[in-house]
Structure formats: structure tokens, C-alpha cells
């Protein structure tokens, strides 16, 4: 079903460095079935990972989307591709007990990881929500604020599922998105492919024992996600104004934020 492939551009590494991947599937129906079975097998150390892989740094990182989000108190927000609820959580102490989360995600496992530490946490105003990015089951206009950290990127519909954040929030709300990206910088570039392929790819395969080889997958997914400019420009298409983003770490990541018109 899926291709073993070398990374061509890393041909003149050296043979320790130069690392088999998977290929993202081939159909949009094969992808969909394929994320979904890949976060299902790392659902039990994501969390773990995650701190592993970013040397803790998705904390501050997911801390700036919700920060970007300019939600208060008693709002009613929504963290699409919620996965194991980080950032629901964060943006739950900001809109406080009279305000409402909902954490959507089509993986059944990751959920369940989330609603085990929001009942740890004790916060009662965020409600899980299994669901598809690309076919929000909410009313148009229902929240006032949409957040996605590094969802988008798994989507078999990039556009759909921007459209779905564009319609399900208010008019003056924001869309913001957390993704990995390109850094501008080709050296920079260069040593952060070298560091997914070298070491996140392995290690994350080792640790999370997936044998799904999911994290071989997403350092491919992050290469073939369009890079800033162009994201920028598809929210921009499915009306959102106006757009800017702020690159983090040098371009490794970046945040997109985007604005609801409001109506004259």
C-alpha cells in the first residue's frame, strides 16, 4: 500500500543520515484512513513525544496560537484536530467558567487521551467532540474564536477545511493556525530536514513503538504543506482579513492568523 522511498534530496548526506521514508498516500481516502490509524497507534505517548521531539518547546509554542486567538472571558471557542487537547486547555482558563471549549478530532484515541487530563485538571467548560475538519458540525457563525495546531496539515482538503473555520466563527473573530513550515533561511532549511529524518523520524518510531511508521510520514508531510506565503494566501481566498503570520524557531513553525470580516 504505501512506497518505500529515499529523500532525494538527501543523496549526498552520508549513508548513516540518509534514512527510508514513507510516502503520504497516494488518494485522499487512503490518507484519511492512514492518519487516522497512524495517531491511533501513538495516541498513548504523544503527549511524551511531543515534549521529546521539540525539546519541550511546543508549549510555548501552542501558548502564542492561543494568545493569538484573543479570546476572554465567557467566549465560546472551538480547537479543531484537538488531538490530545493542549490547546483547548490553555484557551479553557482564558474564557474562564462562563465560557465553553469544544474540542473536535476525527481520532477517537487522542480524545480520550484529552478528556483523561481535562478531568485531572478538573475544567468542566471544555467539551470533546469527535468530528472532520473538512464537515464542522456547528452552525454558521457559532463561536468566536478557531484555533487548529498542527492539524491542518493532515486534512485531504486543505481549502474545505479553512472554509469550515471561516464559516463556523463570527464575524470580527479570528482563525488561527499553528502548523510546521519552511524556514526561509536554506541552511536552516537544510538542518532541520537532517534533524526529522535523522533523528525525529527514528526516535519517534522507537519511542511511540507505531508501527504504522507514522513519524516517517510527517517529516514528508511537512515538506509537501505549502510554506507561509502560500497558506497565507489561501486563508486570504476563503475570506479571511487580513492574514499575516509570524514564523517561530527560525521558520520551523509558523502561526497564521486570520480575521472574520465584519458585516456592513
Known amino acids: ?69 484573543n479570546v476572554k472571558e465567557g467566549d465560546t471557542v472551538i480547537d479543531i484536530a484537538s488531538g490530545t487537547m493542549d490547546i483547548a486547555i490553555q484557551l479553557a482558563r482564558k474564557v474562564g467558567v462562563e465560557g465553553k471549549v469544544v474540542a473536535l478530532d476525527f481520532n477517537r484515541q487522542m480524545l480520550d ?3 483523561k487530563k481535562i478531568k485531572e485538571l478538573k475544567l468542566d467548560n471544555i467539551e470533546g467532540i469527535q468530528g472532520n475538519a473538512m464537515d464542522l458540525p456547528f452552525e454558521n457563525n457559532s463561536f468566536d474564536g478557531a484555533t487548529v495546531g498542527f492539524g491542518v496539515r493532515n486534512v485531504t482538503d486543505l481549502d474545505k477545511a479553512i472554509r469550515e473555520m471561516y464559516r463556523v466563527i463570527k464575524p470580527g ?25 535523522a533523528f525525529v523520524a527514528p526516535v519517534g518510531t522507537l519511542i511511540s513503538q507505531d508501527k504504522t511508521k507514522g ?18 494566501q489561501k486563508m486570504a481566498a476563503c475570506g479571511l482579513e487580513p492574514v499575516k503570520y509570524t514564523n517561530l524557531l527560525g521558520g520551523i513553525v509558523a ?7 465584519l458585516k456592513t
Open 173 to 197: 473573530s479570528r482563525a488561527v493556525i499553528l502548523e510546521f513550515s519552511t524556514p526561509p533561511n536554506w541552511l536552516w532549511s537544510k538542518m532541520y530536514d537532517l534533524y526529522s529524518y
Open 215 to 232: 513519524y516517517f510520514y510527517l517529516p514528508n508531510s511537512i515538506r509537501n504543506f505549502p510554506k507561509q506565503e502560500e497558506l497565507k
Open 255 to 261: 502561526v497564521h492568523i486570520g480575521c472574520k470580516p
Open 113 to 115: 487521551v484529552g478528556e
Open 1 to 69: 500500500m504505501y512506497q518505500i522511498l529515499l529523500p532525494t534530496p538527501y543523496h549526498l548526506l552520508p549513508i548513516s543520515a540518509t534514512l527510508f521514508v514513507v510516502k503520504e498516500p497516494v488518494s485522499n481516502g487512503e490518507k484519511e484512513q492512514y492518519v487516522n490509524k497512524m495517531f491511533s497507534s501513538t495516541a498513548p505517548r504523544y503527549d511524551l513525544l511531543n515534549t521529546l521531539l521539540s525539546m519541550g518547546l511546543h508549549h510555548r509554542w501552542k501558548k502564542f496560537t492561543v494568545d493569538q486567538a
